[in-house]
Nanobody, 125 residues
Framework: QVQLVESGGGLVQAGGSLRLSCAVSDERTFRNYGMGWFRQAPGKEREFVAYRSKIGTRTFYTDSVKGRFTISRDNGKNTLALQMDSLKPEDTAVYYC?????????????????WGQGTQVTVSS
């Protein structure tokens, strides 16, 4: 069973930064799947944040985080990261690491094959 384990969430003031990490237990999954981050705020549906394809270095970001968030992959450590800068209160949510066989576009949540357990990010105003 493939496991995705997130870390790095917490409480930060608006304008601050956090770095999320996702450790993937299976190297084959990490190398052959698209990897990304989704988030879910209370009362809202889970939404895509950032996604990186397994082929080349193609990346996708939702419009609200462009220029503030950076997704990266460390193939040597089977780790996915999300650097979040200039955080806003509206970024408050549970953030989930995701792995999918979809790699030419961003997968819908129902197309994600593996999910992490989630990590809470809270941005105070």
């Amino acid at each position: 069973q493939v496991q995705l384990v997130e870390s790095g969430g917490g409480l930060v003031q608006a304008g601050g930064s956090l770095r999320l990490s996702c450790a993937v237990s299976d190297e084959r999954t990490f190398r052959n799947y698209g990897m990304g981050w989704f988030r879910q705020a209370p009362g809202k549906e889970r939404e895509f944040v950032a996604y990186r394809s397994k082929i080349g270095t193609r990346t996708f970001y939702t419009d609200s985080v462009k220029g503030r968030f950076t997704i990266s992959r460390d193939n040597g450590k089977n780790t996915l990261a999300l650097q979040m800068d200039s955080l806003k209160p509206e970024d408050t949510a549970v953030y989930y690491c995701a792995a999918s066989t979809i790699y030419l576009r961003v997968p819908r949540p129902d197309e994600v094959d593996y999910w992490g357990q989630g990590t809470q990010v809270t941005v105070s105003s």
